[in-house]
């Protein structure tokens, strides 16, 4: 094997941003429809996978420990690779290393990214390339936000995370993730919520720098789940309070259904500074790029 395919044996798990989110329906099922601008910031977990006779899962980092209280999202990754062991028809196993970086429970895709990661790592590993049409069923079933981290391009996501639409480039920018330390229950959030639904996005061809989508996100689009996450772990109020009160922020709001709040920066120095603000205060509180090369 050359240094090269070992590399691709290691895979970020990039955490996933909704910049909004809008409820535009439920179906009978349950599952509610969505309209979401998602995009993937720098900062990201990590999945390294090696050759072995047996599938095992080790996890480290400095959310590791958290994962023990939070047994689905460590199942994910076994879940990944058991799918697409079953469905490529492989037998052998493979040894499994998550660090974990992100906090869980947390709205920014943690076990969906890892998910993802895990069936991108795997396939290079097994040398198996499940066609598209499998390989998007096997992420859906593994949850709704699978397909999108799958993805790992900035798209509008639709349906109940099925649809996904590539956006034309967006502008480049710098971005804070902030979290009280709560992990909120995304069936919870959808539950609490009371409001009716809102209508589509209505995007425009495209943004002339970063400050004009952070403007167009705060004037004409939402995150439908932010009441009822507010609702549910109030912290998450004091989050957004005080990720808008950091200089240069120009959009504050939560990602998917929390407790994980953003903000976003049109330079790295304020981002920076605001995640030290709130590190300072005690939070989880990260900046990094929007769309660029992991740090
Ligand atoms: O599929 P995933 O595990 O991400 O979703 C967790 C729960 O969130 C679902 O069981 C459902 O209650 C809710 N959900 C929803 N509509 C979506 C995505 C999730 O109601 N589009």
């Not at 005690?282 to 929007?290: C, D």
Request: net charge neutral; glycine share 10%; proline share 6%.
């Amino acid at each position: 094997m050359t240094s090269e395919a070992a590399s691709d044996l290691s895979v970020l798990a990039r955490a996933k941003v909704n910049l909004a989110l809008q409820v535009t329906g439920r179906r009978a099922d349950g599952y509610h429809l969505l309209d979401s601008l998602v995009v993937f910031a720098s900062i990201a977990d990590r999945i390294s996978v090696a050759p072995a006779e047996a599938l095992s899962l080790r996890v480290a980092g400095p959310f590791g420990a958290a994962l023990a209280g939070a047994p689905d999202a460590d199942n994910l990754v076994l879940r990944a690779a058991r799918s697409l062991a079953g469905a490529a028809g492989i037998a052998s196993g493979a040894s499994i290393v998550l660090e974990k970086n992100l906090p869980v429970a947390s709205g920014i895709g943690g076990g969906s990214a890892d998910a993802a990661a895990t069936l991108l790592a795997l396939q290079r590993l097994w040398r198996v390339r499940p066609d598209p049409a499998a390989l998007a069923g096997i992420a859906l079933g593994l949850g709704a936000d699978v397909p999108v981290c799958l993805d790992g391009r900035p798209c509008r996501m639709r349906g109940i995370g099925e649809i996904l639409d590539p956006l034309p480039t967006l502008p480049q920018g710098w971005i804070v993730l902030a979290n009280a330390g709560i992990p909120v229950a995304t069936p919870a959030v959808f539950r609490a919520r009371k409001a009716g639904f809102s209508p589509q996005l209505c995007l425009p061809a495209h943004f002339a720098d970063f400050r004009a989508l952070a403007d167009w996100l705060r004037l004409h689009s939402v995150n439908d789940l932010e009441a009822a996450a507010v609702a549910i772990c109030p912290p998450i109020a004091g989050v957004l309070a005080g990720l808008a009160a950091g200089p240069g922020c120009l959009l504050a709001r939560m990602s998917g259904s929390g407790g994980t709040c953003f903000a976003l920066h049109d330079d790295a120095a304020s981002a920076a500074a605001s995640a030290q603000r709130l590190s300072a205060q005690g939070w989880w509180a990260r900046s990094g790029r929007l769309g660029g090369d992991p740090a």
